[in-house]
């Protein structure tokens, strides 16, 4: 720690006062510095990122269910996807029908849940899958007591407008990477469409979820770069996904991220986004295991995706309720805000 | 738990005893190493049938997966307690 008779550089003691006190996000070379700090700061880093959630957040925990209604076949060649059909990943092209999707949103609910999303993995939807979509989100609603939210990819104005018609209330389109990472990433589109629909889907009146992965070879600043990306973006929620290799795909052979550097992931990402909902998304079984999980949740993460993923298992939500419970936050309930 | 059985006298995909391939790899089971398979199967279903090596239609939803191999049938398990 370096401190002078006025001023600290103490990363985190500005952080404390700007983030914490102030209530304004880390910059981006903040973030770095902040990823940048030892495995003998970690505990103060989570220390600290729990104090802002707490503050600007509270203490409940908002869980979801996920499920993909279009599974593989996709043409785009995101690089840590099975679901891309570019890749010889061994996931084949399947397609849930009506009555499974209410079970599995039934199932959702029964763990206390408030939010359903529903996936497709596409560039971008159809007329067959927004009609789909139209009669899935209506059987939903009629039976479920749930938020339902929806994951399809890019969007045109109009489909914007029937999503919105549809009662979708959240969308969530990820930027998955920082924008100077993202061509190692992704070849098929741009980050700036991402973008695109990004901002239609924030003026639409529906809640935008926006995250994206870390452990996909980017550099420090560029972990970082995602963070403030998402910052400016202001998402109501930011689903944060370790990389979790998948068999067959260009980001098959990685490594799993380091613990540490999940969890310091984790702090940096609240000290960022001080007011977002902050969501454990995929990996986090790989990543951090049990203990992981609960250190991220006393780190800054507000939010769960409970039960399994699209094409991955999770953790039994069991597990998941008893840790929350154990912590004594409380799950968000349907219409709660922040 | 079989949902469906095309044939009653052919094993299920994941039935254990007969299986010959990894249903993570796909590859044979014997004289194979398939430990890290097996670990990593507690987080993600299989993808290839144990009798036969097709790769299976999966179905994942929150609570249960659905395995099916066009010769040797569905099954379905749920993950919850
Ligand atoms: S667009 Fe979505 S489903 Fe398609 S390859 Fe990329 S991440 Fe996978
Ligand atoms: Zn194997
Ligand atoms: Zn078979």
């Given amino acids: ?338 | 738990m079989p949902l469906t059985r095309p044939d009653e006298d052919l094993p299920l995909p994941d039935e254990a005893g007969s299986a010959a391939y990894c249903g993570r790899c796909g590859d044979a089971l014997a004289g194979g190493d398939h430990e890290r398979c097996e670990r990593l199967l507690a987080l993600e279903p299989p993808r290839y049938c144990g009798q036969c090596r097709r790769r299976m239609k999966v179905q994942v939803a929150p609570g249960t997966w659905t395995a099916t191999c066009v010769q040797h049938g569905t099954v379905e398990h749920s993950t919850w307690s």
């Fill in chain 1, 1 to 338: 720690m370096t401190t002078t008779a006025e001023t600290t550089t103490d990363i985190l003691d500005v952080a404390r006062a700007q983030v914490l006190e102030r209530g304004e996000a880390l910059t981006q070379a903040q973030i770095v510095e902040v990823l940048r700090t030892g495995d003998d700061r970690l505990a103060d880093l989570l220390a600290l990122a729990h104090e802002v959630r707490m503050k600007y957040q509270g203490p409940s925990v908002e869980v979801e269910g996920i499920v993909s209604l279009k599974t593989g076949g996709c043409p785009e060649d995101c690089h840590f996807c099975s679901q891309s059909g570019q890749f010889t990943s061994p996931v084949r092209s399947v397609w849930l029908n009506i009555p499974e999707l209410v079970r599995a949103a039934k199932q959702t609910a029964a763990t206390g849940a408030s939010e359903f999303c529903i996936v497709a993995a596409v560039r971008g939807p159809d007329d067959k899958l927004m009609e789909q979509m139209r009669e899935g989100v209506a059987a939903i609603r009629a039976a479920v007591d749930i938020n339902v939210a929806a994951s399809l990819g890019m969007l045109s104005q109009g489909q914007v407008d029937d999503l919105v018609d549809m009662g979708v209330h959240r969308y969530n389109h990820n930027l998955e990477a920082g924008r100077s990472f993202f061509p190692n990433v992704v070849t098929t589109h741009s980050w700036e469409e991402r973008w695109e629909t990004c901002e239609m889907v924030k003026e639409s009146g529906m809640e935008l979820c926006c995250g994206g992965l870390v452990g996909m070879g980017e550099t420090i600043e560029q972990r970082a770069e995602l963070a403030a990306d998402l910052g400016r973006l202001e998402p109501h929620e930011v689903p944060l996904n370790f990389l979790n290799p998948r068999p067959g795909t260009p980001f098959g052979d990685l490594e799993p991220m380091e613990t540490n550097d999940a969890l310091r992931t984790i702090a940096a990402f609240r000290l960022a986004l001080p007011r977002t909902i902050l969501r454990y998304a995929g990996g986090r079984e790989l990543t951090l295991g049990d203990l992981g999980t609960r250190d991220g949740l006393l780190g800054g993460i507000n939010a769960v995706i409970v039960g399994n993923y699209l094409t991955t298992l999770g953790r039994d939500p069991k597990e998941d309720l008893a840790l929350l419970d154990d912590l004594e936050m409380p799950i968000r309930a349907l219409n709660e805000t922040f």
